[in-house]
Structure formats: C-alpha cells, structure tokens
C-alpha cells in the first residue's frame, strides 16, 4: 500500500498558498498527493459515493463549486495507487469555446492542447505546486485527454472517465461518449445544463435529456450542488445568488 502523505487538507478555493515541498523526481506518485477533504454535504456525498464503488455519476450545478477539482482528485488518487485495477483517467471535453474563434489548426494533438488548461491548473495544486504535474501524469500514461470528436470506435477498458463541461454535449456526443465505457471502466459526468455554451442553431444541449434517461439506470447516481456548495470564492457565490434573484425578477 503506498504511504499516504501528511499534508494538511487543501481548500479549494484558488486563493489558499500550498505549503511547498521540494521535489526534484520527474515522476510523480501517490506520496506527491496532496490530500483533499470535502469541505460541502454535496462534496461528502460524492467522497462517500465513490468510496461506495458506484461506477456512474453526474456531479451537477451551479459553478465555482469543485466539481471538476474532486472528480480528477479521487480518479487520479485511485489510478495512482497500486492495488488499483484502474489503469488510467480519461478527461473527455467537447470542443466548444465559449465564443466562436475559429478553426483551429494543427494536429488532434495541437487542437486539444488549448483545452487542457483547466487540468493542467488542478495538478499542479494537487501536486504541491508542481506546474510540470499534469505533463508528467500523461507522460506515465495515467491521464489521457480527448474531445468528443476522436472517441468513435474506441472502448475505454480499465479506465476512470471523466466528462468534463458536459453541458456543451449534444445528445449524440454525449450517447457516444457512454457507449464507449468498457469493462472495469466508470465514468463521471461534470457539467451545469444552466452553463452551456452550444449556441449556434441546430446545436442543443443533450444533458437534460441524458439526465432523464440515466435517472432510469440502477447504477447511475446525481450529486446535485448548490449555491451553498461553492468553494471557489465569496465573490463568485454573491455572483451567482444576485444572478439568480435577478433572473426570478426577471422572467418572461
């Protein structure tokens, strides 16, 4: 069993300084794991759902409340131990930008890479402030990232997926990405269908509709997060609570 380091539980809110440790490997392993506790009931409910085994989830709501953070947290800490049977954690993103910037050029590589920025970001916190974290966990083969557009025709054996922004999906993204689970695999979805950036005609979100359907899956579970739920600053949740007064002012 891989000793488990010592570190004080990091918050998740960006503004919290890591307490350093000097680490000159280039590899990074279960001991460089910075330990994470929840610091919400909808956060514990995940921890407790996957320390459950469950194998299908959605974390769904409102931003800012770490959904992403604790998903990639518990998939990488799982995939790092060695008693796993998980060989690997699979980010899957549609590429949709939040505004139109046209084609991208380059390879699959080079059009995926400027979508990555979010996890590049989470491992180097989870990491002791190792910006090189997430290069290094892919060049160990233990995180793997692709859009929607390569996943045809692929099974993910032995993998922990996440589903990352999944509010930008189609209905026809988002059936192909579930269709490519394989064996010993689980999946966890992250998204707010509130959030969506699929504004071109003809382009509807599929996640409500996704929702509905896995709500009739036995082993499909929703952690459904809130205003109360957000970690990432006091800023953003008087945002998001002056939004939404705004908005129930407001309907037409």
């Known amino acids: 069993m891989a000793k488990k380091n010592t570190q004080p539980a990091l918050h998740l809110a960006p503004a919290v ?3 350093s440790k000097p680490n000159q490997r280039l590899r990074v392993s279960l001991d460089d794991l910075v330990t994470i506790q929840p610091l919400t009931e909808n956060q514990k409910k995940f ?3 996957y320390k459950s085994g469950t194998e299908c989830m959605l974390l769904h709501g409102v ?3 770490g959904k992403t953070f604790i998903a990639l947290y518990k998939a990488i800490e799982e995939v790092l131990n060695k008693q796993s049977t998980y060989e690997r954690v699979v980010l899957v993103r549609s590429a949709v930008p939040s505004r139109d910037i046209g084609h991208l050029p380059g390879d ?3 059009k995926t890479e400027v979508y990555t ?6 491992c180097s916190r989870l990491f ?3 910006v090189d974290a997430y290069h290094r966990l892919q060049e160990q083969k233990v995180v793997n990232f ?3 557009s390569f996943v ?5 054996d032995d993998a922990i997926i996440i589903v990352d922004e999944c509010q930008n999906m189609t209905d026809m993204e988002l059936n192909s990405v579930m269709t490519r689970v394989g064996d010993r695999s689980k999946i966890i979805f992250c998204g707010d269908f509130r959030q969506t950036d699929l504004y071109k005609k003809g382009d509807l979100s599929g996640l409500k509709k996704f929702m509905a359907i896995a709500d009739a899956m036995p082993s499909f579970k929703n952690v459904e997060f809130e205003v109360n739920d957000i970690v990432r600053s006091s800023i953003v949740k008087e945002y998001i609570l002056a939004r939404i007064d705004y908005e129930s002012r407001h309907v037409n």
Request: hydrophobic share 40%; net charge negative.
């Open 17 to 19: 300084t890591l307490q």
């Open 47 to 49: 921890f407790e759902l």
């Open 63 to 65: 931003a800012g409340t």
């Open 108 to 110: 699959e590589k080079e």
């Open 117 to 122: 920025a979010p996890y590049i970001d989470i």
């Open 128 to 130: 002791y402030n190792r």
């Open 146 to 148: 692709m859009i929607t």
């Open 152 to 156: 045809r025709g692929i099974t993910l």
